[in-house]
């Protein structure tokens, strides 16, 4: 206190004891009654005083502060699979119950899924388990003190970073309760299985299956593809403990058309207690790509049969080579033509062409007549000479319509064409460059280029013949050669639909990936256009339940997640402004729980995160060792805090009731004696 507060007292004091003997005693019989009145007058007037001079006491208050213990304890279904609930529970209990533990920390019980809950019930529901996001949480909730943590789990996370990485930046010291035991048991899994999204009918594709086993002996198991309840494919396989994962890669033919679903599985193996993850789902559309091919020409050449016979390997496609006039005459709903060595007898067919809007594959020669087919088109000129050159081709790395990695033609026969250069007037994509006598050249001998919604292929060489006799003569076979232009038609056979609204997602949604659905709309313009209004309406097929959402604007797409849908077979359509522009899809949510999945506790990952953060891991079983580790820990003691606080006077009511009571006292003394 101020040193001239104390004199303003002191000054107080004696101002209010003047004034007392002043009224009270000077001049007055000295009766003992005024002298009580004038130390109730005396304690009136001072107590008045130091109201107005209102001095500030200072006190100081201690407090007893313990280090926060935070238990966080997995509520994930996957403790309740593992049958470890009753054992977290209990070990929760045990530290609450511990007078010890209870007497050092303060405890708190956190249960976790994806994040920690304030509610410290434990349900053991949780669908997926989020360590990292927990222990961060955590982190920013005690981000000022020493909160040392147990984290009650199986170390089996489904979501987010891995945390025996992130832990490094951690700042709380963990110390892992491990439920579950160094024991592996026994398991097959299904891991992942690529397949592409489209196949055409009747055509082998391949299945990228990637299993794992966890276990120390040998066994063997049976893989199988089953589809529509039937098995098209089964095989052996074996696992070790050290040849412990497989890629295998079965080829399935397809027979339907439409979207074919298949199941995968494992047969499980003596002792295995999970066989959930045994079987995994997948599917593909399958595509009737049966085309009827025009080859058009008004000559006799041995091309002809050579690239029927090539095509034709596909049974999907079938060629029928006919003139210029039988082509018009017919009607026959012909998906490709092939106009080879046109002439002045193909100006209709050009016209009917682009009428339709069919894509072509045009072949040139020392018999095309190179003026009239120059006038037909303005896509590209070829330089008229007259003069007839051999070029061999020589294989762009950089086109990109389709994979032309498997084909080499700088060793194959020479193809003769037109000598002269070849301008081109649309945007294109050079399949060979012409070489001449081993020199290769920037001219294009094989290009192909979109213009709207056609696709147009364009050899300006014959004897195409040679080159199918030259694949037969180094391989025994026409394989290379036929497999080169089962490419070149497919590319050709895939119309360009230009379409405005694009939907993006998976036929089967097994639980492995975000249940999405993404699209984009695009202006007349095919540029992304972020002011549509896009909706999803959804079906159940099962149940007949229909539900619409909106779809989110985000960046150049629109999305919506359906982690909300039950599991089942849905149809959907995605409208764009009211239904102008609209597309159609199939998907199937798989009543999936990655929880299932795991069936071991991951030891390794929590005593790495023990590592990380300078604690220390135990197994569930060793419950008393860590209560003992946390009571001994010299590095979380409490913590005596100080506080100082200021006191007016005025704020103190005892002071105030004093100045009331001697008021009282005093007024009704002297109405008593009759001094009033």
Not at 143 to 164: M, R
Not at 385 to 402: H, I, K
Not at 534 to 540: A, D, E, P, S
Request: with cysteine.
């Amino acid at each position: 206190m101020p040193t001239q507060t104390i004199l303003y007292i002191i000054g107080s004091g004696i101002l209010a004891l003047f004034i007392a003997l002043f009224q009270y005693v000077y001049k007055t019989k000295r009766h003992r009654l005024h002298w009580g009145l004038a130390g109730v007058r005396f304690i009136s007037v001072f107590s008045l005083l130091l109201l107005v001079i209102n001095p500030k006491f200072e006190t100081k208050e201690s407090k007893i502060i313990k280090p926060v213990l935070a238990v966080m304890v997995d509520n994930s279904q996957s403790v309740n699979y593992l049958n470890k609930d009753s054992i977290s529970s209990e070990a929760v209990q045990t530290l609450l119950r511990n007078t010890e533990i209870t007497s050092k920390y303060d405890v708190k019980v956190y249960p976790f899924g994806t994040q920690i809950n304030q509610n410290s019930t434990l349900t053991f529901e949780d669908t997926q388990t989020n360590i990292t996001k927990s222990l961060q949480d955590i982190e920013s909730l005690y981000d000022s003190q020493f909160a040392p943590v147990v984290l009650i789990s199986d170390g089996n996370q489904t979501i987010g970073d891995a945390y025996e990485f992130a832990s490094k930046q951690f700042e709380q010291v963990v110390f892992p309760l491990i439920l579950g035991d160094s024991i592996y048991h026994t398991d097959l899994k299904i891991q992942q299985i690529n397949v592409n999204k489209y196949t055409y009918l009747n055509n082998k594709f391949p299945v990228e299956i990637i299993a794992s086993y966890t276990g120390n002996t040998a066994v063997q198991s049976e893989l199988r593809i089953e589809s529509r309840g039937r098995i098209i494919h089964k095989e052996r396989v074996q696992f070790s403990a050290t040849n412990n994962s497989i890629i295998l890669t079965p080829k399935i033919v397809s027979t339907k058309v439409g979207l074919q679903r298949y199941q995968v599985s494992l047969s499980p193996v003596e002792n295995e207690k999970n066989t959930v993850n045994n079987k995994k789902s997948f599917a593909i559309e399958t595509i009737d790509e049966y085309t009827n091919i025009a080859l058009v020409t008004s000559l006799s050449h041995p091309d002809l049969g050579a690239l029927k016979a090539a095509i034709e390997t596909n049974k999907q496609r079938l060629v029928k080579i006919c003139s210029p006039i039988e082509y018009l005459e017919t009607n026959d709903n012909y998906g490709l033509a092939i106009l080879y060595q046109p002439n002045q007898s193909f100006k209709a067919v050009f016209d009917l062409i682009e009428k339709r809007k069919l894509n072509t594959f045009i072949i040139g020669g020392s018999q095309t007549q190179w003026a009239f087919l120059n006038a037909i088109q303005s896509d590209f000129k070829q330089e008229v000479t007259g003069q007839y050159e051999n070029y061999q081709g020589v294989v762009n790395p950089n086109f990109n319509n389709f994979s032309v990695d498997d084909f080499m033609f700088n060793t194959y026969p020479p193809l003769t064409a037109e000598f002269g250069s070849i301008a081109l007037n649309v945007s294109h994509e050079t399949l060979l460059f012409k070489s001449i006598n081993g020199s290769p050249t920037q001219e294009p001998l094989w290009f192909t280029f979109e213009n709207n919604s056609q696709r147009t292929a364009v050899l300006l060489a014959e004897n195409l013949w040679k080159w199918r006799m030259h694949s037969f003569r180094e391989d025994q076979n026409f394989k290379s050669f036929d497999s080169f232009m089962a490419k070149l038609i497919q590319y050709l056979n895939i119309k360009n639909q230009n379409t405005r609204l694009l939907v993006n997602y998976e036929s089967i949604y097994d639980g492995s990936q975000p249940l999405e659905i993404s699209a984009q709309f695009f202006n007349k313009n095919y540029e992304p256009n972020r002011n549509a209004q896009l909706v999803i309406k959804l079906k159940n097929k099962a149940t007949g339940q229909q539900l619409e959402y909106p779809m989110i604007a985000v960046q150049n797409s629109y999305n919506i997640n359906l982690n909300a849908l039950e599991p089942g077979n849905y149809s959907f359509e995605v409208r764009a402004n009211g239904g102008t522009h609209r597309s159609f899809g199939e998907i199937e949510i798989l009543d999936f729980n990655i929880e299932q999945q795991f069936i071991n506790a991951n030891v390794q990952k929590l005593e790495q995160l023990a590592i990380h953060t300078d604690g220390a891991a135990f197994f569930d079983t060793q419950i008393d060792g860590l209560m003992s580790e946390l009571i001994s820990d010299n590095r979380f003691l409490s913590i005596q805090k100080f506080t100082k606080k200021t006191v007016p006077l005025i704020g103190i009511k005892f002071w105030l009731l004093l100045l009331l009571s001697s008021l009282a006292i005093e007024w009704f003394i002297r109405k008593y004696n009759g001094l009033i």
